[in-house]
DNA sequence: GTGAAAGCGCTAACAG
DNA sequence: CTGTTAGCGCTTTCAC
């Protein structure tokens, strides 16, 4: 009835080997350090020790401890209404006993979904993507996905890295945002491999993504500026130049002020994870040429300028106007409260996440890739008004500007949306 | 040689049995749509027919288009040196034509590790949590270890949930943040079932942790206060009173005003998701037995109380002192600047992931579970000395305050280490 | 240097 | 209602 026997793998162990006429037949049982064997006994009646608590128990131990066939533990978990009451009782005992908790891997490893979704993210320190990301992360748990988070830093290296990563994982899709979505051959691979995935803030119609119009967005925060009396407005980047976001808020900055007569200047770039502003960029804010007002790529710049600018004594908004890009809750408890293009994050994240389940599930009818969601204009109070003939030099010395004259621009507060 | 056959799924196909003399024999191979067999040909002149896009092509694919077995194909790859060169290349050619990636499942349900880790956070909302994920990221990412993140928005239910679903994951340990770290049965669960985890931010001595020394931070941070001059103090807390930092912070409160011959007040519970302060919070701080200073328990909150200040047009810090606790480096940002005791929350992070790979990897020699980091005071504008006869209705009076005295509290700037 | 085969944890098809 | 068995993708003896 006993068969003494040697695994190929060197384990020794004992095999039952049931008589042909056996109803109930024990599964043969090996544990690394120790040799455990379920005796035909009757359900209840178990011989199971317990493994080293190191050791996760595995459907076989539940099914030997609990006295039946592994199916019949797998059916338990999976079917109970299948399985006798009684049974699925003493199941569930053994299950609670040994603490034990089915393994994915030997579920996903049948080819069941791994419900794993890939989140890749420039850095989470930016609560830009924090918001995202917590959009996502509510979803998820609510439909019971689980994520699994990589940052990049802007890297082109890291995003390729991570995406790699995570399809090795396995993961069922991709939420990103990268650097550049236009030009991204990653993008491409995924594509060609029916990798399912959607991009965040990213905005290009080329791919499937949820932003918003940064162009559009661009073009009427500036326009408001200039409505404010502002002639010489100076746009400020991050060192994510090289982003596609940047570079279209640049456009809209450019196209309003073109329309207006004015002389768009380059983006002036700031490396805003530095302490203090760069001298060459302070001159540029202080000098005698300086801009009546600043167009910043991202609120968390606009911050950083905003601390700059009081340093050296320049107030907001007398002495310099600042819009920023994001509408970051923080902003509003800055003073004065920072205003901003306000991108709605969170549902972003949300959309994102609705849009890249949509597609797993084959659901995804919209024939547009691309969702483009409507961003706010947030006043603030950074904003100040200056007469159509200030010049910098006039208006750093006049005093008739007022915060209040912030509030005329209200006509332009308005949810846009480029469908 | 070759016996067409029916397999139990119900698959056609064609399965080569190789004549015992044959040397290389080939391994039966059936996708899902379609067949595919390896003819016992020489390697280079392959019949292979890659699957349809949406098949992740496997090991087996590789073999069959290389034209060797799955065998070579996976010391190929695990451990190059082991196979002919010319071999080796072939291999490497097939990988590469058919985009494969090792399933890390297959790897994983070899008895390896997952390289998982799982991380559960209140929120990610918060910029201290943010930070401290920030940490782990890096070195996770440095170190080849993937993330599953999981927020809990403090709820107790959610961080059951998010322990449970990790523990599915077979992650290799768990760095976590929850609401009560010494009261919590789940730890204990985890501590039984031999689960490696290391809490961040939960201040306890009884449980594998990083944290600041809450209670003596907000003991420094209070004594400051008083140096100041202030005695009408107050304590506010967030929604998270259920918190062990929150009461820790109160206790460090409570003992530098008793040590002052002060009398401390319970907390001030305060919502600060809420848009506005709550009407009979803001009573409290306007009304005529209003302190001269608030202790906020953490930045956010901080921030918010000051934006309810500033719209009750009161000044800060002239009407109102106000010390945060975290050390968002937003806070540097406002103005004025926050004063408030830092946490090193990327460095938190770093330290519990230090810890977290230390115990996994059984180097966990300190004998000291709990790893207590120094935290700073961060002087920041947003405290004003009064004079020591002061109450609050002549503080609000006097204008001899200036922000610039609370620099006189400098000798208080220091890092404390609790060990 | 290479191939055959076992087995990791689990599900599902099938048999009884 | 329950058990047997094949097989998911991979690593790892062991044999040739």
Redesign the pocket.
Known sequence: MFTNFI?????TGFYHR?ASR???????F?RHAFVIFAIDNR?GENVYTKPADT?????????AHA?????????????P????????EKVRQSIDALD?????????????RSRLIGVVLPTIANPVFAECLQGIDELAAAQGFRLMLMTTQYDAERERHAIETLREQRVEGLILTVADADTHPLLDELDHAGMLYVLMHNDTVRRPSVSVDNRLAAFEGVRMLIAHGHRHILMLAGTLAASDRARLRHVGYSQAMQQAGLTPAPALEIDFNADELAPSVLAHLTGSQRPTALFCSNDLLAMVVMRGLRRAHLDVPRDMSILGFDGLAMGELLAPPLASIGSPNREIGCSAWRRLIARIDGTYADASLSLTLPYTLREGATIAAISSHADAASARRSHETTPAAAQSGSSYQAAHSAG
């Open positions: 695994t190929p793998a060197g384990r049931p056996t109803k109930r037949a024990c599964q043969p090996v359900p050791m996760t128990p595995t459907i076989k131990d539940v099914a006295g039946f066939s592994i199916a019949t533990v797998s059916r338990a978990i999976n079917a209404h299948t399985v006798n009451p009684v049974t699925l034990f908790r089915p393994s994915p891997l030997g579920r996903q490893l049948r080819g069941e």
